[in-house]
Structure formats: structure tokens, C-alpha cells
């Protein structure tokens, strides 16, 4: 008899839900992460009585009423809606792509002005079948749109030519011929009231936590604890890099306590030119409707991912989905390990999709228990 069930080895959405849902089942749970706080990516701290996303912003939406009603189990949501503004060369233009946005750019006052305008751009733009990120853009919002708010934007957030990024990236914005500045299309959206450490910590209620926990300096200690590893991290590096290492890409953010109640408005101001070396400034406050006197900024900086460096944005191009493959291939031979997660699916999963993929992994595990 080992001491757990479970051994869950990273505190991020997914491995937080998996443990709640086992520990519901009568299971036992470990978890560990390497980092000093549980949350993973989702995780804030307070400065100045702000939630500060201390790993980029986080807005919670989906179209699945089951994740919804699960989240909101924890924490209450609020009513904030996303509604980005983007800044090229100091013109301010609404996003997503919206009647507010075409007004701005073409001074055009109808769906049918817009639409209009974009195909006769499409047209001497002559793209059929759209191959990549750039042509994607193009044929769904034509090319003043894609010089002023996606080339540069993209760019610097991937640190390649939109012609080498695959056409799916793009497809996450909403394209509307309504004056509608809401980024998502999901029915529900939100943050946790009091922030998103609430929900992760309402997860791990009663669960067994270890943190500044590394698996990979005391894997085998740690995983003679357990009957079942649950794994959330890289899945090369449990394999050790064996095929070579996938690739990421990195952020660095900048957080500065200004003192001042309001600095831009919103709390998303993405910065689309290519010399701006920042990609977007949060304001957490705005997040919540915060009142309080100062307010934090972050600026977000694109990085080259290298080891060490947090890997944020999987690169779902060819060669890295090809190699993931492989990677996926030796996790499926590996008994008593369950993998999931962004990091070990290898995929650029939003928090609702997280942890759709936790519930669906704990439904196939468990059956009916
Ligand atoms: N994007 C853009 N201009 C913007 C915002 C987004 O071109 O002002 C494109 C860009 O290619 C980016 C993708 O849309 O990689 C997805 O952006 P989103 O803000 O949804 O990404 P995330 O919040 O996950 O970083």
C-alpha cells in the first residue's frame, strides 16, 4: 500500500481540478509544484489591494454551461467583459474586429459599407485558399486591417513572419459586423470575485500540498509515494528530451505601481506597431472595477523561449506538433501515468479548455465512481 493514491504534480487548472475531482471520489492526493504558490499561470498577487495577474492576463470565458456552473461552484464570477483597445502609433482603435473598429479605420457607417471595403481588399489582395497566418488575416479583414493591428502585433508576439505562423492563431479573433467591442463570442464571461486564487485554492480544499516541490530532483522518492502519477508538466522534459526539445514561446512581464487611480481606461491596451517592444499594458484594476487609490500596470514582453524560461504559448506549427507526436506516442506505452494539461498536451488551451480536458480525463478514468 502506497501513502496516496495520486501523486499531482503540478498545482496549475489542470492538475487543481483532477486532485479536487479525486479527492471528491474518495482518493487520495498529493500535490506538488516548483513553484512557492499554487495556480499555476492563473496565479495573482495583491499590490496596492490589486489582483495582480503575475503571469499575464487571465479572462475566464466559455460556451460550455457545465464549466461555468463548475467554476462558479467555487468562486462567484463578475461581469467583466473583454474589450481590448489597441494603440498603432498612438490611433486607438476597438477590438476585436467590429463595426467600431472598420468606423475608425475607413470611416464607413454600415455593415454593407465594411463589408464592402474588406472585399474589394480581399480581391486585390487575389488570396484563394488562405496557407498561413498572414494570408488567413488578410482574407477575413483585408489589408489596412492586418498592416495596423495584426503584421507588427503578431510578430513580436511569436518572434517569426506571420507567413510562417499557422492560419489557426488568427481564427481566435471574432470578425463582426456589429457594433460589439465584446473579444469573446462565449456566453459567459468573467473574473473571480477577489481573483482567480480563490478557485484554485477552493479546488485544493483539503487536499495534501507541497510546494517549491521539484519532481525531476526527487522523481523516483516522489514517485514511490503514489500508485498513480498525474503529470502536468513539459511532456519532453519527463521524457528527458529524448527526440529534442519542443519549442515555446516565452513572456517577461513588467509590473509597475503607479500613483495614480486610472492610467489607460482599460485593462487591455495591445500596442500593434512593430517598434513598441511590448505587446500589450494590462491594468489589473480594471479587471475588477477597482476603486483603490494607486494602480498596476504590467507591460508584456515577447521572449525567446530557452531553458529555464517559462514556457507560455506552445508553437503548434508542423515540426512541433510532428514532434509532440512522438512524445505522445511514449506517454500512451507509460503505465500508471496520466498526462494533461497545456504543457503536457502540448496545446495553446484557454482556462476553460483546461479544464474541459481535466473533466473529460477524469470521467474516462474514474467511469461512473
Ligand atoms: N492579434 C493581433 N492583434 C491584436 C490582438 C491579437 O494580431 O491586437 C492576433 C495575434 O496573432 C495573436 C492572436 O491574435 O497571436 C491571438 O491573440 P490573443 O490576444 O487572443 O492571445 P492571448 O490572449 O492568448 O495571448
Redesign the pocket.
Known sequence: MKEFDYLVVGAGLWGCVFAHEATKRGKKCLVIDRRNHIGGNTYCENMEGINVHKY??H?FHTNDKDIWDYVNSFVEFNRYTNS?V?NFNGELYN??FNMNTFYQLWKVRTPDEAKAKIAEQVKEAGIKEPTN?EEQ?ISLVGVDMYEK???A??EK??GRK?TE?PAF??K??PVRFTFDNN?FNDRYQGIPIGGYNKLTEGLLEGVELRLEVDFFAHREELGALADTIVYTGKIDEYFDFRFGALEYRSLRFDDEILDTENYQGNAVV?Y?DAETPF??IIEHKHFEFGTQPKTVITREYPQEFSPGAEPY?PINDDKNDQLFRQYKALAEQEQHVIFGGRLAEYR?Y?MHQVIGSALKKVKVHFGNQ
Open positions: 499575464g492576463a479572462i481590448p489597441a477590438l476585436p497566418l488575416a493591428l495584426i503584421k502585433y503578431t508576439q511569436w506571420a505562423l492563431i488568427i481566435r479573433l473579444y495591445n500593434t505587446t500589450r504559448y495553446y484557454d
